[in-house]
């Protein structure tokens, strides 16, 4: 019997007639003669002939599309068009049988909404398994990236009693029979009688834990889950994600955005190296796609083209003030094409603005500085006012094409005093983040850190259009299937 091998090591190499054993589900069957069989490590099959004279009619009858295969033969250079090798098949064992009239992919273009609905089988078509393998590469890159800088990989709490945002949008973690909640006598919910005692929730971000552990081993960062209860049914939403958070001591947000801009530029190095032949497949798809457009809504650059524009270009870095003035002076904005209209400072950005910024006026990844402290979290270091009096914090978005904000991330307030002040201003309980407070009461430093939505990131590197459609199982306000 040959040496089991996969089917993306088998076709890179050149090896032939030598026996193997390839294992993996039929694509397509013709002529009763020739099996596309693909096993998952890359969108190519390799094509198996068989002797189909000489083959039970009972076995031929089972090899329909979707049924698992062990196939053992000789590798022959193929006859064929579009293949270097073809598999001379000796021996097939059937090891699961697919109904045809019943499985729901079959050999012609499906909707995305349709694989959505079937997101359990979706990962056989060529479309998902290339996205799948972009994302683990873009995984183990992020990991790679960080632990070769000496960072220390934290785990943060993925339940809690804190609220990082403050946005209030948590879903709500407990073990009360739900219909039959302890109540205090003045009619409260009774939390002390719940598991932990206390009101808790499911994370929005690590961050103020990652804090806590970049005051000690100076450098850490997380990748995990985060949840938001945001009823956002877009193409930009979901209720469970990942979150890449770094949290670095010593850092001033000039070291901040060094190191977010050289993450992205590293992993998405890594994923033109290491998944080439998947991401030329996604850009391809995205051209198909990109022809039902009008002209003036498709893109100008290619997906190889607008990953490798990101790696060629330094980000152009300016404040949020410099960059309300370019908007406010802009064509759209001047002819009112813009859906919010930039009136002036103080402006919330949309991305209609941030995607402006890099698509049209620079042309290059962007990332923004110093934004008013009025539409910014309470944890972010306060600037002294301008000469016209505005209050501006150490913020950092960077832009991305195609996306707008991609990373978003400051330099801490470091100082006890401003951040309790900014603490009050915004109604935030100091007593239920005496923890956090602790790590500027005892040996405060300069320090910094952001967060990389990671189901973003694979959005812009496999150039598909719907975050549901990047993470294996989306959550969604009125779905949690799967």
């Given at each position: 019997?040959?040496?089991?091998?996969?089917?993306?090591?088998l076709?890179?190499?050149?090896?032939?007639?030598?026996?193997?054993?390839?294992?993996?589900?039929?694509r397509?069957?013709?002529?009763?003669?020739?099996?596309?069989?693909?096993?998952?490590?890359?969108n190519?099959?390799?094509?198996?002939?068989?002797?189909?004279?000489?083959?039970?009619?009972?076995?031929?009858?089972?090899?329909?599309?979707?049924?698992?295969?062990?196939?053992?033969?000789?590798?022959?250079?193929?006859?064929?068009?579009?293949?270097?090798?073809?598999?001379?098949?000796?021996?097939?064992?059937?090891l699961?049988?697919s109904?045809?009239?019943k499985?729901?992919?079959?050999?012609?273009?499906?909707?995305?909404?349709?694989?959505?609905?079937?997101?359990?089988?979706r990962?056989?078509?060529?479309?998902f398994?290339?996205?799948?393998?972009?994302?683990?590469?873009?995984?183990?890159?992020?990991?790679?990236?960080?632990?070769?800088?000496?960072?220390?990989?934290?785990?943060?709490?993925?339940?809690?009693?804190?609220?990082?945002?403050?946005?209030g949008?948590?879903?709500?973690?407990?073990?009360?029979?739900?219909?039959?909640?302890?109540?205090?006598?003045?009619?409260e919910?009774?939390?002390?009688?719940?598991?932990?005692?206390?009101?808790?929730?499911?994370?929005v971000?690590?961050?103020?834990?990652?804090?806590?552990?970049?005051?000690a081993?100076?450098?850490?960062?997380?990748?995990?889950?985060?949840?938001?209860?945001?009823?956002?049914?877009t193409?930009?939403?979901?209720?469970?994600?990942?979150?890449?958070?770094p949290?670095?001591?010593?850092?001033?947000?000039?070291?901040?955005?060094?190191?977010?801009?050289?993450?992205l530029?590293?992993?998405?190095?890594?994923?033109?190296?290491?998944?080439?032949?998947?991401?030329?497949?996604?850009?391809?798809?995205?051209?198909?796609?990109?022809?039902?457009k009008?002209?003036?809504?498709?893109?100008?650059?290619?997906?190889?083209?607008?990953?490798?524009?990101?790696?060629?270009?330094?980000?152009?870095?300016?404040?949020?003030?410099?960059?309300i003035?370019?908007?406010?002076?802009?064509?759209p904005?001047?002819?009112?094409?813009?859906?919010?209209?930039?009136?002036?400072?103080?402006?919330?950005?949309?991305?209609?603005?941030?995607?402006?910024?890099?698509?049209?006026?620079?042309?290059?990844?962007?990332?923004?500085?110093?934004?008013?402290?009025?539409?910014?979290?309470?944890?972010?270091?306060?600037?002294?006012?301008?000469?016209?009096?505005?209050?501006?914090?150490r913020?950092?978005?960077?832009?991305?094409?195609?996306?707008?904000?991609i990373?978003?991330?400051s330099?801490?307030?470091?100082?006890?005093?401003k951040?309790e002040?900014?603490?009050?201003e915004?109604?935030?309980?100091?007593?239920?983040?005496?923890?956090?407070?602790?790590?500027?009461r005892?040996?405060?430093?300069?320090?910094?850190?952001?967060?990389?939505?990671?189901?973003?990131?694979?959005?812009?590197?496999?150039?598909?259009?719907?975050?549901?459609?990047?993470?294996?199982f989306?959550?969604?306000?009125?779905?949690?299937?799967?």
């Amino acid at each position: 019997m040959g040496q089991r091998i996969k089917i993306k090591a088998l076709l890179e190499s050149d090896d032939t007639n030598i026996d193997v054993t390839v294992k993996g589900w039929v694509r397509t069957f013709r002529n009763n003669q020739f099996i596309a069989l693909n096993d998952g490590s890359t969108n190519n099959n390799v094509q198996i002939v068989v002797d189909f004279e000489n083959t039970d009619a009972a076995l031929l009858k089972r090899i329909t599309t979707g049924a698992a295969l062990s196939v053992t033969g000789t590798v022959v250079p193929s006859l064929g068009k579009g293949q270097k090798i073809d598999i001379k098949a000796k021996e097939i064992e059937i090891l699961g049988d697919s109904d045809p009239e019943k499985y729901p992919l079959q050999p012609k273009k499906h909707s995305l909404e349709f694989l959505r609905e079937i997101a359990h089988l979706r990962f056989r078509t060529n479309t998902f398994g290339a996205v799948f393998r972009v994302r683990n590469s873009l995984s183990f890159a992020v990991h790679q990236f960080f632990q070769e800088r000496g960072f220390v990989y934290l785990h943060t709490p993925v339940v809690t009693a804190s609220d990082a945002e403050g946005a209030g949008e948590a879903f709500k973690v407990t073990n009360f029979d739900l219909d039959n909640i302890p109540r205090t006598e003045t009619g409260e919910i009774d939390y002390k009688q719940d598991f932990f005692g206390k009101a808790t929730n499911l994370t929005v971000s690590g961050q103020l834990e990652g804090e806590l552990g970049a005051m000690a081993l100076s450098d850490i960062y997380t990748f995990g889950p985060t949840f938001r209860a945001e009823n956002s049914n877009t193409t930009r939403h979901l209720a469970e994600f990942w979150m890449i958070e770094p949290e670095m001591a010593f850092y001033d947000l000039d070291d901040n955005m060094d190191l977010a801009e050289g993450l992205l530029k590293y992993v998405i190095k890594y994923a033109l190296d290491k998944n080439l032949e998947d991401i030329e497949f996604l850009s391809q798809r995205l051209q198909e796609e990109e022809k039902q457009k009008p002209q003036n809504e498709r893109s100008e650059m290619t997906l190889l083209e607008k990953l490798q524009f990101c790696l060629d270009n330094d980000f152009v870095r300016l404040t949020y003030t410099e960059a309300i003035d370019i908007l406010k002076e802009s064509t759209p904005n001047k002819k009112k094409k813009f859906q919010y209209l930039v009136e002036g400072w103080g402006t919330d950005l949309q991305s209609e603005h941030e995607r402006y910024l890099v698509e049209k006026h620079f042309k290059k990844p962007v990332i923004l500085t110093d934004y008013p402290k009025e539409i910014k979290a309470f944890y972010m270091r306060q600037n002294e006012p301008d000469a016209n009096g505005r209050e501006t914090v150490r913020a950092m978005d960077i832009l991305f094409p195609g996306i707008g904000e991609i990373v978003g991330g400051s330099q801490r307030e470091e100082r006890l005093d401003k951040l309790e002040q900014r603490m009050d201003e915004m109604g935030i309980p100091k007593e239920e983040l005496w923890w956090y407070l602790d790590t500027r009461r005892f040996g405060a430093c300069p320090h910094a850190g952001f967060g990389l939505g990671f189901e973003r990131l694979v959005l812009f590197v496999t150039g598909m259009g719907n975050i549901r459609d990047v993470i294996p199982f989306p959550r969604f306000p009125k779905n949690a299937e799967f």
